[in-house]
């Protein structure tokens, strides 16, 4: 797992043209990452929308150019980037049909499978399906790719490198697409919740709030950078903190009493089954 787009995969980026459809938070955090990473230039990326708000941060703080006409914007473009709600995305297919023909697709719209999108065309397309999460906004992103019926391994390496502009991200088959949802998906919720608690906990044992959020906050930070940057096993990790007899020990004693480790894995079981039956009904 790679970061910030460097190696091969970012050379398969070099003389292309992105055209973002939809401008939402994802695809601006995308943007920015992809800037800041120089995978590519501003003249190289242009942004379609119907919210003119949306379409003059673009332009204002990225300097790209914006336009209201997907087809348009598409037609130009070596990479589309489809940036939509799942709800409008056979809609915004239905008006992109004409432009597309050479482009690679790359949808991060949740729950549709990479063939519900190659459907909607006459002629065989690319399509490599992303789900990221929401720390993407902070470069701090996990992403799964998967490809589709006609995406190549260099399609795959060029989308790669777009995500990993903003974290980190692998390549799975598109059955594991739900449990990606249940996990990094679905994830940054149960870390908010467990933030939160811990921060409750500090101002309930006397910590002022905005010390016990920082501390709650900065400690999650950290402990999952130790596991990514050392390489460790979690429990390795733990057991670095946990002395005989020790404060950590009693505190890991009450967790076990009340099951957290078993209300994650529901949780992650539980969202990746909503995953599944969404899903189905696209």
């Not at 790669?160 to 974290?167: K, T």
């Amino acid at each position: 797992m790679g970061r910030k787009g460097g190696g091969q995969a970012a050379a398969g980026l070099r003389g292309k043209r992105l055209a973002v459809i939809g401008s939402g938070n994802m695809a601006e955090a995308l943007v920015r990452g992809v800037l800041r990473a120089g995978l590519l230039l501003p003249d190289a990326i242009a942004a379609s929308d119907i919210l003119e708000d949306r379409l003059r941060i673009f332009r204002e703080q990225f300097g790209v150019a914006t336009g209201t006409d997907n087809a348009a914007v598409a037609a130009k473009a070596d990479l589309v980037l489809l940036a939509v709600k799942p709800q409008v995305m056979g809609q915004v297919l239905q008006g992109l049909a004409p432009a597309v023909d050479r482009q690679l697709l790359i949808s991060i719209a949740a729950g549709i499978p990479t063939y519900a999108i190659e459907t909607r065309f006459p002629h065989p397309v690319r399509v490599v399906r992303v789900m990221p999460n929401t720390p993407a906004l902070v470069l701090e992103g996990a992403s799964a790719l998967c490809a589709g019926a006609h995406a190549t391994a260099e399609d795959l390496g060029a989308a790669r490198a777009l995500f990993e502009a903003v974290g980190r991200a692998v390549v799975l088959d598109e059955t594991a697409m739900d449990a990606v949802t249940g996990l990094s998906g679905s994830g940054p919720a149960y870390a908010f919740v467990i933030i939160e608690a811990l921060a409750d906990a500090g101002v309930r044992v006397g910590l002022s709030r905005d010390v016990a959020q920082l501390l709650a906050a900065q400690t999650v930070l950290g402990s999952a950078r130790m596991v990514l940057e050392t390489g460790k096993h979690p429990a390795a990790l733990k057991d670095m903190v946990t002395s005989p007899g020790g404060t950590t020990i009693a505190g890991l004693h009450a967790l076990e009493g009340r099951a957290l480790r078993a209300a994650l894995l529901d949780a992650v079981e539980a969202a990746t089954a909503r995953s599944r039956e969404l899903g189905r009904k696209k």
